[in-house]
């Protein structure tokens, strides 16, 4: 069983819809939890991160983590053709751990 | 602003060919990351650097070396190219932990590299 699973799509959805972006994690010593969006032809950037259990909201996007089923997850609320890119799921266990481990990312495309 | 540079954005080599690949950050991070992405496979670590002259293989070394002679650069080298080493190149940095969070890894634009 792979560490992290992400679902690759792709995701094809219209301007202003509700996206869900969903990662499976298997290591219960992941503490910290990350997704990060990588537009065609560039690095990947952190968009945001929690910490344990809890949402995280950020503007439109709001990051989701549910430790008791090791559930990640990325809903971005009213969506914009800028919003698409390739977005990856990445944690680790935090501290002086600094490699990540990442889920293979979704490619998602916003259609005006 | 942070910053993390790579020596090129495409690259085309042929087979047998030692092939060198560039990183430099301007953020003082002690910690240096190599990786290839490809297409179902996601992003993949060759090797990490977590001091000048120190090295850690990542999960897929083979066929890679790896050089950090100064803080900000950290070289990834391929002995003798290969196809199967077609793919996108990213180099990324991150600072040692102090506490709190800090596992934020600052990526570059990547080199495509092809090996024919």
């Known amino acids: 069983q792979k560490e992290v699973e992400q679902d690759p799509g792709p995701l094809s959805v219209p301007e202003g819809a509700i996206v869900s972006l969903n990662c499976t994690y298997s290591?219960?010593?992941?503490?910290?939890f990350m997704w990060y969006r990588q537009y065609s032809r560039k690095g990947p950037e952190l968009l945001m991160y929690t910490y344990s259990s809890g949402n995280k909201e950020d503007g439109r996007f709001t990051a989701q983590v549910d430790k008791s089923s090791k559930y990640i997850s990325l809903f971005i609320r009213d969506s914009q053709p800028s919003d698409s890119a390739t977005y990856l799921c990445?944690?680790?266990?935090?501290?002086?751990?600094?490699?990540?481990?990442f889920g293979k990312g979704t490619l998602l495309t916003v259609n005006p | 602003d942070v910053k993390v540079t790579q020596s090129s954005r495409y690259l085309v080599k042929r087979t047998g060919e030692k092939v060198f690949l560039e990183c430099v950050q301007d953020m003082d991070h002690e910690n240096m990351f190599w990786y290839r992405q490809d297409p179902g496979l996601g992003l993949r670590l060759i090797y990490f650097?977590?001091?000048?002259?120190?090295?850690e293989k990542g999960d897929i070394p083979e066929g890679y070396s790896v050089s950090r002679e100064k803080k900000e650069r950290f070289s990834l080298i391929l002995e003798s190219a290969s196809t199967n080493q077609t793919s996108m190149y990213l180099c990324?940095?991150?600072?040692?932990?102090?506490?709190?969070?800090?596992?934020?890894?600052?990526f570059g634009p990547g080199t495509r590299l092809t090996v024919l």
């Open positions: 290591n219960s010593a992941f503490q910290y």
């Open positions: 990324a940095s991150t600072t040692e932990y102090r506490g709190g969070y800090t596992n934020e890894q600052f």
């Open positions: 990445a944690t680790n266990s935090g501290g002086s751990n600094y490699k990540l481990t």
């Open positions: 650097s977590y001091d000048v002259k120190m090295k």
